[in-house]
């Protein structure tokens, strides 16, 4: 069942990450005030999805690697804490802050600054968890070459 669940839990992480990335680098860009505010009070409802698929992955991706920690799964476990970290220390905080300074409508410079440092910080995740999906696609092959 891990097996099943892992990649698509990951799959479900990275998709709903990409989404805020992209829905707030869109707004910023091209929509006015109004559509910037709807997107960022949005992205922590968007918690409620993303936190659960973080969880899961990581859990089935423990329970899959069998004590395993060199190679592949090496890799994908000392990438785990970065990616952790930046999530917790970072980007839900940012996310929150963000969200009510965009609800009093305070589109600031420290709105942007937070903005700025939001998008950097989502960049490493997406790519970090891009890498760890590469990864395991990668060791998803080798099992299934040793079982033909």
């Not at 109004?34 to 960022?40: D, E, L, Y």
């Not at 600054?113 to 999906?133: D, F, S």
Request: avoid cysteine; hydrophobic fraction near 60%; glycine fraction near 8%.
């Amino acid at each position: 069942m891990p097996r099943i669940i892992h990649p698509v839990a990951g799959l479900i992480a990275l998709l709903t990450i990409a989404t805020f990335w992209i829905s707030t680098a869109s707004t910023e860009l091209f929509a006015s005030d109004a559509a910037v505010a709807a997107v960022k009070t949005a992205i922590p409802w968007g918690f409620i999805l993303l936190i659960p698929a973080l969880a899961i992955t990581g859990g089935s991706g423990f329970a899959l690697t069998k004590g395993a920690r060199k190679g592949l799964v090496g890799a994908k476990l000392k990438r785990m804490p970065f990616i952790a970290a930046n999530g917790l220390l970072i980007l839900v905080p940012a996310a929150l802050f963000l969200a009510a300074k965009a609800r009093a409508g305070e589109f600031d410079a420290m709105f942007y600054v937070i903005q700025v440092l939001e998008l950097l910080a989502g960049a490493v995740n997406i790519a970090l968890l891009a890498l760890n999906m590469r990864d395991g696609m990668a060791l998803a092959r080798r099992r299934r070459g040793l079982r033909n």
